[in-house]
Protein backbone atom coordinates (compact mmCIF):
# COMPACT_ATOMS: atom_id res chain seq x y z
CA UNK A 1 0.00 0.00 0.00
CA UNK A 2 1.50 3.44 -0.58
CA UNK A 3 0.35 5.94 2.34
CA UNK A 4 0.45 9.58 1.78
CA UNK A 5 -0.36 12.24 4.58
CA UNK A 6 0.88 15.98 4.28
CA UNK A 7 3.75 16.32 2.22
CA UNK A 8 5.38 12.58 2.46
CA UNK A 9 4.63 9.51 1.46
CA UNK A 10 5.65 5.98 2.69
CA UNK A 11 4.92 2.12 1.48
CA UNK A 12 3.43 -0.21 3.97
CA UNK A 13 3.92 -3.72 3.00
CA UNK A 14 1.87 -6.30 4.69
CA UNK A 15 2.07 -10.62 4.67
CA UNK A 16 1.68 -12.46 2.06
CA UNK A 17 2.58 -9.25 -0.43
CA UNK A 18 6.09 -8.00 1.18
CA UNK A 19 8.61 -9.92 -0.62
CA UNK A 20 7.47 -9.49 -4.52
CA UNK A 21 6.76 -5.71 -3.76
CA UNK A 22 9.60 -5.05 -1.81
CA UNK A 23 11.68 -6.72 -4.79
CA UNK A 24 9.98 -4.54 -7.33
CA UNK A 25 10.85 -1.14 -5.42
CA UNK A 26 14.15 -1.70 -4.46
CA UNK A 27 15.75 -3.10 -7.48
CA UNK A 28 18.66 -0.88 -8.43
CA UNK A 29 16.15 0.12 -11.99
CA UNK A 30 12.81 0.39 -10.36
CA UNK A 31 12.32 3.10 -8.37
CA UNK A 32 8.95 4.65 -7.23
CA UNK A 33 8.82 7.39 -9.54
CA UNK A 34 6.84 10.57 -8.30
CA UNK A 35 6.41 12.56 -11.68
CA UNK A 36 10.17 13.35 -12.88
CA UNK A 37 12.15 11.95 -9.34
CA UNK A 38 12.84 8.97 -8.59
CA UNK A 39 12.51 7.50 -4.61
CA UNK A 40 14.35 4.59 -3.88
CA UNK A 41 12.63 3.73 -0.38
CA UNK A 42 14.56 1.49 2.40
CA UNK A 43 13.52 -1.47 4.06
CA UNK A 44 14.31 -2.51 8.06
CA UNK A 45 15.08 -5.73 6.84
CA UNK A 46 13.06 -7.58 9.73
CA UNK A 47 12.93 -11.01 9.82
CA UNK A 48 15.77 -10.92 7.26
CA UNK A 49 16.67 -9.04 3.73
CA UNK A 50 13.68 -10.02 2.03
CA UNK A 51 11.51 -8.93 4.33
CA UNK A 52 9.17 -12.02 4.09
CA UNK A 53 5.88 -11.21 6.51
CA UNK A 54 7.33 -8.25 7.44
CA UNK A 55 4.40 -5.86 8.19
CA UNK A 56 6.80 -3.07 7.69
CA UNK A 57 7.02 0.64 6.44
CA UNK A 58 9.73 1.55 3.97
CA UNK A 59 11.58 4.83 4.89
CA UNK A 60 9.29 8.63 4.20
CA UNK A 61 9.55 10.43 1.77
CA UNK A 62 9.21 13.97 3.00
CA UNK A 63 9.38 15.84 -0.17
CA UNK A 64 5.88 15.96 -1.88
CA UNK A 65 5.90 18.86 -3.92
CA UNK A 66 1.84 19.33 -3.31
CA UNK A 67 0.99 17.89 0.20
CA UNK A 68 -2.43 15.97 0.91
CA UNK A 69 -4.57 18.75 1.86
CA UNK A 70 -5.86 19.14 5.63
CA UNK A 71 -8.88 19.74 4.28
CA UNK A 72 -12.18 17.69 3.46
CA UNK A 73 -10.77 16.31 0.04
CA UNK A 74 -12.28 14.23 -3.35
CA UNK A 75 -8.99 11.81 -4.11
CA UNK A 76 -8.60 9.97 -7.16
CA UNK A 77 -6.80 7.45 -9.48
CA UNK A 78 -6.30 7.13 -12.99
CA UNK A 79 -4.81 3.79 -13.65
CA UNK A 80 -1.84 4.26 -16.83
CA UNK A 81 -0.72 0.98 -16.73
CA UNK A 82 -1.28 -1.98 -14.65
CA UNK A 83 -2.97 -5.83 -14.72
CA UNK A 84 -4.97 -5.78 -12.54
CA UNK A 85 -7.26 -2.58 -11.44
CA UNK A 86 -5.33 -0.48 -8.51
CA UNK A 87 -7.84 1.17 -5.90
CA UNK A 88 -8.15 4.13 -3.48
CA UNK A 89 -8.65 2.06 0.40
CA UNK A 90 -8.60 5.30 2.34
CA UNK A 91 -9.26 8.86 0.98
CA UNK A 92 -8.65 11.80 2.87
CA UNK A 93 -10.52 13.55 5.64
CA UNK A 94 -10.49 14.38 9.22
CA UNK A 95 -11.43 10.79 10.91
CA UNK A 96 -8.11 9.64 9.19
CA UNK A 97 -5.35 12.35 10.10
CA UNK A 98 -6.37 13.94 5.68
CA UNK A 99 -4.36 10.15 5.35
CA UNK A 100 -4.50 8.49 1.80
CA UNK A 101 -4.09 5.19 1.70
CA UNK A 102 -3.75 3.36 -2.44
CA UNK A 103 -3.66 -0.40 -2.64
CA UNK A 104 -0.62 -0.67 -5.56
CA UNK A 105 -0.90 -4.30 -6.57
CA UNK A 106 0.44 -6.99 -8.85
CA UNK A 107 -0.36 -10.21 -6.98
CA UNK A 108 -1.60 -13.18 -8.82
CA UNK A 109 0.72 -12.28 -12.14
CA UNK A 110 4.01 -13.98 -13.21
CA UNK A 111 7.05 -11.95 -13.71
CA UNK A 112 7.05 -8.05 -13.16
CA UNK A 113 5.53 -5.55 -14.73
CA UNK A 114 5.19 -1.73 -14.50
CA UNK A 115 2.43 0.37 -12.35
CA UNK A 116 1.53 3.36 -13.38
CA UNK A 117 -0.93 5.58 -11.76
CA UNK A 118 -1.72 9.14 -11.60
CA UNK A 119 -3.11 10.20 -7.93
CA UNK A 120 -5.48 13.50 -7.20
CA UNK A 121 -6.27 14.75 -4.49
CA UNK A 122 -7.86 17.97 -4.61
CA UNK A 123 -9.85 19.97 -1.53
CA UNK A 124 -13.25 20.45 -1.58
Do not use: H
Not at 13 to 27: C, E, F, G, N
Not at 38 to 43: L, R
Amino acid sequence: MLEACGGCLCWRLRPARSSAARQRATRSWSSTKLDAYDWYPTWPDVPDAENRECNCDSSTYGGLPIAIPRAPSTASLTVIQARKPQTILQAPSEANNYTLIVEVTDVGFSGSSWVIIDIDVVAN
